[in-house]
């Protein structure tokens, strides 16, 4: 059993929590220490779903040679700014998939992120690290997801889309082969995305426009 703490408490964290469960109901792997947050929301004594809420970064930071992390805040941004503070202090972060996803040898994934379940991957597929993909998404052949985006769940992914870093992609939205998509940018839920999405932009629609916040 791999001892593992999520860093993030909130409703992504017991989500994340859950999956650590099912993969275990599958197969024991991970013990669950508990939760680690932001200096600022550490209190003694707290739990979350029967998990204790073990420290702050500095806590993963004495613990990096036996424990694992996993980073289970929404944002896309705050993610990558936790990933990015600890890995070069030695914090190793893990991967978690769920049992039921259907994914292929030739894909790539990278560190600490999180597939949930009824996923599918099919092949030579990239994943950054961080990335975080909701339940019913289905990812095509030879598509690439940026570092520490967020797909939210049924999204559909077809061969050759490029998603870029930090990206947001509300529920069912869909992409047609060969899109690309910029850092930062975000795609609304529902949206059909037909033609490139420019760094930082907001697309709502079908076909997908730009819009203004």
């Known amino acids: 059993m791999k001892d593992i703490v999520l860093y993030g408490a909130g409703g992504l964290g017991r989500e994340v929590s859950f999956l650590i469960e099912r993969i275990n109901r599958k197969e024991p792997t991970y013990n669950l220490v508990g939760f680690i947050v932001d200096d600022e929301y550490y209190a003694e004594g707290q739990n979350v779903h029967g998990y204790p809420i073990v420290g702050t970064p500095q806590w993963i930071i004495d613990h ?4 694992l992390c996993t980073c289970t805040i929404g944002d896309p941004a705050a993610r990558e700014k936790v990933q990015e503070a600890l890995e070069p202090q030695g914090v190793m ?17 990278g560190a600490g992120s999180i597939i949930s379940r009824k996923v599918s991957i099919t092949v030579d597929v990239t ?7 909701n339940e019913s998404c289905g990812i095509g052949h030879d598509a690439v997801i940026g570092d520490y985006s967020c797909l939210s769940g049924g999204c559909g992914i077809t061969g050759y889309v490029q998603i870029g870093k930090r990206t947001r992609i509300g529920g069912k939205a869909y992409f047609v082969p060969h899109v690309k998509v910029g850092d930062d940018a975000v795609v609304a839920a529902g949206s059909i995305v037909f033609t490139k999405v420019k760094p930082g932009t907001h697309v709502l629609g079908n076909p997908a426009k730009r819009i203004e916040l």
């Open 64 to 67: 990096r040679d036996s424990v």
């Open 93 to 109: 972060f893990e991967t978690l998939i769920s049992p039921d996803v259907e994914i292929h040898n030739t894909v790539k994934i």
């Open 127 to 133: 994943i950054g690290k961080g990335v975080l993909i």
